[in-house]
């Protein structure tokens, strides 16, 4: 059992490093960068569940919150969590944790995976607008206009990309016994 647990938890630093790596694949919209770190959110609760998913996402966010650059554009830093894209990361953890939460509830079956990662892409969308809105001091429409509509549809397409991979990927993990 011990050997199990460390072993998982290598592999949730794995994908920590994986979620940063994907942080830096990105396109530069103001105030909210695009990047293809939510989709590396979403196939890490999907693939390694509820704890071990939430675990390395914690972990990521906690790298970033210490210096390490791993957030877009290679930064890091207390004030990237105080800033208007703060929101947006700090929602990656509860997002995480509701994916693994909900799959190991219904199942991780693709139907069920695209309905969690739906889901939690507007868990991070919702918590981002809201916290882009006070940061920046934006009225409602502008918070929407800059910090959620643009997202909406990719992250919701990031969402099925990742929950057919996600399911695919755990399946023959498990199969392997390898998580």
Do not use: C
């Not at 959110?41 to 390490?68: E, F, P, W």
């Not at 919702?126 to 502008?142: C, R």
């Not at 996600?166 to 390898?178: E, H, M, T």
């Amino acid at each position: 059992m011990r050997n199990e647990s460390l072993k998982m938890m290598i592999v949730a630093a794995l994908f920590a490093a994986i979620i940063a790596v994907a942080a830096q694949l990105m396109i530069n919209i103001p105030p909210v960068p695009f990047t293809l770190m939510t989709i590396a959110v979403m196939l890490t609760a999907t693939i390694l569940g509820k704890k071990y998913g939430s675990l390395a996402v914690t972990v990521y966010v906690l790298m970033g919150l210490v210096g390490i650059p791993v957030f877009a554009g290679m930064k890091g830093g207390f004030g990237i969590i105080l800033g208007p894209t703060g929101g947006y990361l700090v929602a990656i953890i509860p997002a995480a944790l509701f994916i693994g939460w909900y799959l190991e509830k219904f199942k991780h079956t693709k139907v069920q995976a695209i309905i969690a990662n739906m889901i939690a892409v507007l868990i991070i969308l919702i918590i981002g607008t809201v916290w882009l809105k006070v940061v920046a001091d934006l009225p409602w429409n502008g918070a929407f206009k800059g910090g959620l509509l643009p997202f909406i549809l990719p992250d919701l397409a990031k969402a099925i990309v990742a929950a057919l991979l996600g399911v695919i990927i755990r399946n023959r993990l498990v199969s392997a016994k390898l998580i």
